[in-house]
């Protein structure tokens, strides 16, 4: 690769590209936005007004006699009519009151929600109108101030062992950055420093409005530079959480997800021009022009990404600048920046393989659609969690949302969370350029067909199948990190309305790892035997799919990537790392021996089963990969269940 | 033309059929069926774990306990007794009641104590509540805390209401309720019926650019059709594929025990909404007839667009609630009958500008 020629093909791809933005485009472009805006003014500031947005959906049949009149003119939920028996009868109307009483008991979904939604409304209507009270203490006679400390003992969510119940939570934790191998990392860590116990206690005990000195427990651990997020929990809201009862809210960082919002938005639009423009390429034979300069592949890829690439990070900046110094978001700072690169990547390299695959771009706008849609969610999710758990860092949004409420960041944190997606971005990008070249660009294939071009193009000889295990680790990662992420929450409302102990939660897991983890391991093989760059004899199908479990089982141990975090604080991310930790006990040797060996033999045995399988046709690919699931599957749940 | 065509014939009907045909070929419509269903769910899983983790005391019935101390305990009992979802136990020893908090014992620690109010007017509760951090659990603790409180409150409100100008409006009866009937009328399928509609014309944009990028709009121009032609039997594929697929939606949802009203209107508004939005697409297509530059400035076009709706009396995701929940006023079809409006009178002018375009430079 070539920094001229690639700058070369940047400024190209500026200028005067085939499907070019001219300047009338971009004077429309402009003013729309600028109309944007203008909207976006008028609707924020005109939220109040009563027009539009509110949606009254609910009739209530009220006088204006009676004190609920007022109530139900306080919302934009519901429209006020004059009490009607006959209505409610008929479902006309969802709630009637005559004076205080309720004139109807509700009969329908419908009648329940609405009254359950009056009842709340007429809560927020009294904090508001005794407000004004003239005697305060009578009007608010409860003072809250909610203190977030941690606890020892034993935990519904955290099933390990204990550590003998010493108070000193935050700052204990904070030493426990790298985990020893062994997993049981905090008897050991809490050992030295139980003198903190109740420390933090005595000053927070103080009442009154002011929030600041509650996060005085989160500070201690925030600075750790740790990976304990939990103390960070209580600042994260932002919320002032001393004050009236009505002012508690529980810890969701809602306003910051929304100036997350923010950048994920810029995105989609940066991508359908880079999209077009990547599939403009192949129409008609235009991008035979480029294929025969003397710029390399990489060159041409790289320097008609890079516009996007530099276009998608200036928003990001410009953003992050935006709501630092007009005070929204003070906290903002380059890192906010930096880590909205991978997404950026990935939202590009998404798109460029999308537009290699696309056949037309119809094909390429329901692409398009997807990978917003898959993506945004893959940023989401997590960042819900920004203060609850570790498990938020998969999404390097959290990050962004740390930055913006001013926390500070480790580096491991910010390593674990952008590592995974920048590198998968790399390896997609480096599979469409296996299709970048005129067999594939200018022709119709099935995009199967394209999906094991673009994996061939990669097999030279049969150690590939390492180096393809390898390549696909991100994929893997990212993946079963995503996986982990929705069963997380999957779990925690199974938690909460079931009351289950995760068990549901993990065999899930377990099952999603093991269907990840044996197609990552055998895709690239059966791409190899369909382009027939493997033999297909059953030799050397063993030899092959062992290679890949080789390769893989090297890429996971080395990578590693899950240790740096906290995330096997949580069983369900423990199962999601095969490497469970030993029972004590054991001879270190053996641990040793017995953990390292039978991971490798696991894999060496599965990949084998479905490179067996696929060297003999799709159908015997097909059940064969499924045998390797189930083996993986119950290796995994003996691991998890017999140390449990 | 000639008269003894069948209506089917007609060169308008038959690209519309193709253009659909061409979607099908490619399995990108099923692409497509499966981002919707993948956004639904998306969407309802969102909901469930947002309101459990937002509200959880609206799904959950787990329990919480909390150990109560102070001078104000036996007021925060009485007021929890009232809750459901707390049970608590009682502290005379502040250091006995933390060592329970500190091995979990309990899952909360309240302190109530009357303190005098800082101006001068009486005694206040000041409650210190302790809650565990950095499990998904604190929020369940804290909502049912919060629960606790507010009853709290409200006890000390009656006590001393002759304190008070105004009597705080009683609460109506509590009932058991779907959480999520507000949003999944308001928001949720709002957002599945829209879909459709904007994916529509997303892809009349292509569907024009692409025959023109490709060059085999000359083709079609070659064949006895007018360009009026092709535009119309292009929107009319695109127009027609939202409304059923937001049937497709309506049928889903009412399987899954959502019942969606007035489905008429509904498709009917869906339709016009389409029409609106496939005709900004066609016309940006035959304007600029390079895919980059018209899908760039229908997504921003359109997304200013809807939001300008903000300024209607009623928005159209409004308007599709209040039809779907059953709750429809006369301005509600007021709005059905403007979309209906709005979209033939711009598709007439579309048709007049499409009319006078020369296509031959494509």
Known sequence: ?644 | MPEDRPWYRDPRIVIARRDVRSLSREKTIVLALLIQLFVAAFSGFLVVGLTSLYDPGAVASGEVELAITGDAQDELIEAAVEQDGASTVRFNDSTEARRAFQQRQVDALLNATYVDSPDGGGQRIAVTARIPEGSIRSTLIVVNVRRVLSTLERQERVDRAGYLENDPVPLPPEVEASPYFGFTYTILIPLLLFLPAFISGSVAVDTITEEMERGTLELLRVAPVSLLDIVDGKSLGMVLLAPAQSLLWILLLSFNGISVSNVLPILVFITAVATVVVTIGVVLGVATGKRRPAQLLYSVLTLVVFGTAVVLPEHPATTIAKLAVDSPTLGTYAHVVGAVALAVGGYALARRYADGVDASPF
């Open chain 1, 1 to 644: 690769m070539q920094a001229d020629k690639l700058l070369r093909v940047a400024r190209w791809e500026v200028t005067k590209n085939a499907g070019g933005v001219d300047k009338r485009t971009l004077v429309v472009m402009a003013l729309a936005i600028v109309a944007m805006g203008a909207v976006a003014a008028v609707a924020v500031s005109g939220s109040g007004s009563g027009t539009g947005l509110n949606a009254d959906i609910y009739r209530v049949g009220v006088d204006d006699t009676s004190p609920y009149y007022d109530v139900a003119d306080s919302s934009g939920s519901f429209r006020i009519q004059d009490p009607d028996r006959e209505a409610l009868r008929n479902g006309d109307q969802e709630l009637g009151f005559s004076g205080e009483r309720l004139l109807y008991l509700p009969r329908n979904g419908k009648q329940a929600a609405a009254l359950a939604d009056f009842r709340s409304t007429t809560e927020s209507y009294n904090d508001r109108t005794l407000a004004g009270a003239e005697n305060q203490t009578a009007a608010f006679p409860v003072s809250v101030t909610l203190v977030y400390a941690e606890q020892g003992g034993q935990s519904v969510l955290d099933t390990r062992e204990a550590t003998g119940g010493d108070g000193s939570g935050n700052q204990s934790e904070a030493t426990t950055g790298t985990p020893d191998a062994d997993g049981n990392d905090t008897t050991t860590a809490t050992a030295g420093n139980g003198t903190t116990t109740g420390g933090d206690g005595g000053g927070d005990t103080t009442t009154g409005g002011d929030g600041s000195d509650v996060s005085g427990g989160g500070d201690g651990s925030a600075a750790g530079g740790g990976a304990d997020l939990g103390g960070i929990g209580a600042r994260l809201t932002g919320d002032v959480e001393g004050g009236t009862p009505a002012d508690i809210s529980p810890p969701f960082p809602f306003e910051s997800l929304v100036l997350a919002f923010l950048y994920i938005v810029p995105m989609n639009f940066v991508i359908q021009a880079y999209g077009s423009s990547m599939l403009s390429e192949r129409l008609n034979r235009r991008g035979e022009l480029l294929l025969v300069t003397p710029a390399s592949r990489g060159d041409i890829i790289a320097g008609k990404t890079l516009p996007y690439f530099a276009g998608a990070i200036g928003v990001a900046a410009l953003i992050t600048a935006t709501l630092r110094f007009s005070g929204i978001a003070p906290g903002g700072s380059p890192i906010a920046v930096l880590a909205v690169l991978p997404i950026a990547m990935l939202f590009l390299a998404a798109t460029f393989c999308g537009a290699m695959f696309a056949r037309s771009f119809k094909e390429l706008t329901f692409v398009t659609v997807t990978i917003t849609v898959s993506l945004t969610s893959y940023a989401f999710v997590p960042a819900i969690f920004t203060d609850v758990t570790p498990i938020a860092l998969i999404s390097p949004l959290t990050l962004v949302v740390m930055d913006l409420t001013g926390q500070s960041i480790g580096v491991g944190e910010f390593l674990f969370s952008t590592l995974p997606p920048l590198v998968t971005a790399l390896v997609l990008f480096g599979l469409g350029a296996g299709l970048y070249r005129e067999e594939d660009m200018f022709t119709q294939r099935s995009i199967p067909l394209k999906m094991l071009d673009a994996l061939a193009g990669q097999i030279n000889s049969r150690r590939s199948a390492a180096k393809m295990s390898v390549i696909l680790i991100p994929f893997i990662v990212v993946a079963e990190l995503a996986a982990v992420a929705f069963l997380f929450v999957l779990d925690s409302v199974s938690l909460n309305i079931f009351g289950t102990n995760q068990t549901l939660g993990i065999v899930l897991i377990l099952g999603v790892v093991a269907v990840i983890e044996e197609l990552g391991k055998s895709l690239h093989l059966y791409a190899g035997y369909a382009h027939a760059r493997y033999e297909r004899a059953l030799r050397s199908a063993l030899g092959l799919g062992a290679l890949s479990g080789l390769g893989f089982f090297i890429a996971e141990k080395g990578l590693l990537i899950v240790r740096l975090s906290d995330l096997e604080r949580l069983p369900i991310g423990d199962a999601a790392v095969s490497g469970a930790p030993p029972p004590a006990g054991v001879p270190l040797w053996l641990v040793a021996l017995v953990f390292l060996l039978a991971p490798l033999a696991l894999h060496t045995v599965t990949a084998a089963i479905s490179s067996v399988g696929a060297s003999r046709g799709r159908w015997s690919y097909g059940a064969a990969i499924a045998v390797a699931v189930v083996v993986h599957f119950v290796y995994n749940f003996t691991v998890v269940s017999s140390l449990a």
